[in-house]
């Protein structure tokens, strides 16, 4: 019977340092995992191009400084305004006018504006088709961030241009599309005037 106890006594000992030993070594290898974890959400690269804003072509074409000290003429994609500066005089209107100078009010404090692409990069005049964010936002489809930050998207929400398909650079279209309408029904920016309205029929 003693020495049943002894190695049970033993056995207990043993079971003891093993979970003395283990446990520790498990949490801190869960510790380092953790901070692993958190050190690769932390350096997440963003998903967006950062260009330095030069100056407003017209209601939806900008100039921005690329990374090169380059300038390069950037049409934002998912979006019409009217002419204002289209080589054909008879193109141009006082809403095109209106148009860019809203885009000019708007990014006139800009300093740093963010680019995102689509399936096209470029087009056929060698002009950079993008997305322009006011903000480096890290979830380019939340609805609230596209509605507060997106140039292309407050020009339209705001009735200063309206949403247009480009296929295939089409990943922000339904949104656009929708601002749209909401903006044409409350009348908002140039939807109050009816020669703004004939331009799209």
Same mark, same amino acid.
């Given at each position: +019977?003693?020495?049943? $106890?002894?190695?049970?006594?033993?056995? #207990?000992?043993? =079971?003891?340092? +093993?979970?003395?030993?283990?446990?520790?070594?498990?949490? $801190?290898?869960?510790?380092?995992? *953790? #901070?692993? =974890?958190?050190?690769?959400?932390? !350096?997440?690269?963003s998903n967006l191009d950062a260009v330095k804003f030069i100056r407003t072509v017209d209601g939806d074409t900008i100039i921005v400084e690329d990374k090169t000290g380059e300038h390069k003429r950037v049409r934002m994609i998912g979006i019409d305004t009217p002419e204002s500066v289209a080589k054909e005089e008879e193109r141009n209107n006082k809403y095109g006018v209106m148009a860019s100078d809203y885009t000019k009010e708007l990014l006139s404090n800009a300093g740093t504006l963010y680019l995102e692409y689509d399936v096209d990069s470029d087009d056929q005049y060698d002009r950079i088709l993008a997305y322009v964010w006011l903000e480096?936002?890290?979830?380019?489809? *939340?609805?609230?961030?596209?509605?507060? !930050?997106?140039? $292309?998207?407050?020009i339209v929400k705001n009735g200063y241009g309206i949403g247009r398909r480009y296929e295939p650079t089409v990943a922000h279209d339904d949104i656009l599309q929708s601002l749209t309408k909401e903006a044409e029904a409350s009348n908002a920016g140039l939807w109050q005037y009816q020669g703004f309205r004939n331009l799209w029929e």
């Amino acid at each position: +019977m003693k020495t049943q $106890n002894k190695w049970q006594r033993i056995g #207990i000992i043993l =079971i003891a340092i +093993m979970i003395g030993v283990g446990v520790p070594e498990y949490l $801190n290898s869960q510790n380092v995992t *953790d #901070i692993n =974890i958190s050190n690769d959400t932390n !350096s997440q690269e963003s998903n967006l191009d950062a260009v330095k804003f030069i100056r407003t072509v017209d209601g939806d074409t900008i100039i921005v400084e690329d990374k090169t000290g380059e300038h390069k003429r950037v049409r934002m994609i998912g979006i019409d305004t009217p002419e204002s500066v289209a080589k054909e005089e008879e193109r141009n209107n006082k809403y095109g006018v209106m148009a860019s100078d809203y885009t000019k009010e708007l990014l006139s404090n800009a300093g740093t504006l963010y680019l995102e692409y689509d399936v096209d990069s470029d087009d056929q005049y060698d002009r950079i088709l993008a997305y322009v964010w006011l903000e480096d936002v890290k979830d380019t489809f *939340d609805e609230a961030a596209i509605k507060e !930050s997106m140039v $292309n998207a407050i020009i339209v929400k705001n009735g200063y241009g309206i949403g247009r398909r480009y296929e295939p650079t089409v990943a922000h279209d339904d949104i656009l599309q929708s601002l749209t309408k909401e903006a044409e029904a409350s009348n908002a920016g140039l939807w109050q005037y009816q020669g703004f309205r004939n331009l799209w029929e």
